[in-house]
């Protein structure tokens, strides 16, 4: 399958820090990509989608796209531990399938 | 209301007895999935329906197999189940809206094989 490599494999920050996650394609073919957010023993929900080189804000969510490396990253600004998660990056190789990484868990300390 | 609803949640199942696993959404979302996710690892594609076309990924291809009667199930099916399929089964659901189809998840069945 597709690889879609995540960075760092875990990560803690202090309550109010910055978060940064890192995702990357091999897959030169791929268009979208998403974050997912998986708390724990609940199902992967979308939080982010992106597909234009740059940048795009939500709320305390940032994240950019460099399509020439197929580099994403997601950045969490004061970080609160609601925010304690899984968080899985997914792309979209074509047409309907969207692989995904083994996602980074992210640990917020109060 | 983007619910996607899984059964059983939970299923024990003997070594070389089937297994079928069912998911359902009211959405009509034209696309519905299976992800296969193992501890410490990704979600692993398995197939995903578009409509009525299945694709199957290359490298589980005679593992699994799938049916899709209307646009509101999609089940998962293993012939004769071995160790190495216990695992949380994942399905999906989406839209087809031209782009960035987002994946609506269940919650998820866990298959333990023994």
């Known amino acids: 399958q597709q690889k879609v490599q995540q960075s760092p494999e875990s990560l803690i920050v202090p309550e109010g820090g910055m978060a940064s996650l890192n995702c990357t394609s091999s897959?030169?073919?791929?268009?979208y990509f998403w974050w997912y957010r998986q708390h724990s023993g609940k199902s992967p929900k979308m939080l982010m989608?992106?597909?234009?080189?740059g940048e795009k804000e939500e709320g305390r969510f940032t994240v950019h796209l460099n399509k020439a490396s197929l580099h994403t990253s997601l950045h969490i600004r004061d970080s609160q531990p609601s925010d304690s998660a899984l968080y899985l990056c997914?792309?979209?190789?074509?047409?309907?399938?969207?692989?995904f990484g083994s996602g980074t868990r992210l640990l917020v300390s109060p | 209301d983007t619910t996607v609803k899984q059964n059983p949640r939970y299923k024990l199942a003997r070594v070389g007895k089937p297994v079928n696993l069912i998911c359902s959404q009211t959405?009509?979302?034209?696309?519905m999935y299976w992800y296969q996710k193992k501890p410490n690892q990704a979600p692993k594609l398995l197939l995903f329906?578009?409509?009525?076309?299945?694709?199957r990924e290359a490298d589980t291809f005679e593992k699994f197999q799938s049916s899709r009667p209307n646009n509101s199930f999609c089940s998962l099916y293993i012939g004769s189940a071995g160790l190495e399929y216990s695992a949380m089964y994942l399905c999906?659901?989406?839209?087809?809206?031209?782009?960035?189809?987002?994946?609506?998840f269940g919650e998820g069945s866990r298959l333990i094989v023994v």
């Open positions: 999906a659901s989406s839209p087809d809206r031209g782009g960035g189809n987002t994946l609506y």
């Open positions: 897959d030169r073919n791929v268009d």
């Open positions: 989608s992106i597909f234009s080189n």
């Open positions: 997914a792309a979209r190789p074509g047409g309907y399938k969207v692989v």
């Open positions: 959405m009509n979302h034209d696309t």
């Open positions: 329906y578009y409509d009525k076309i299945l694709n």
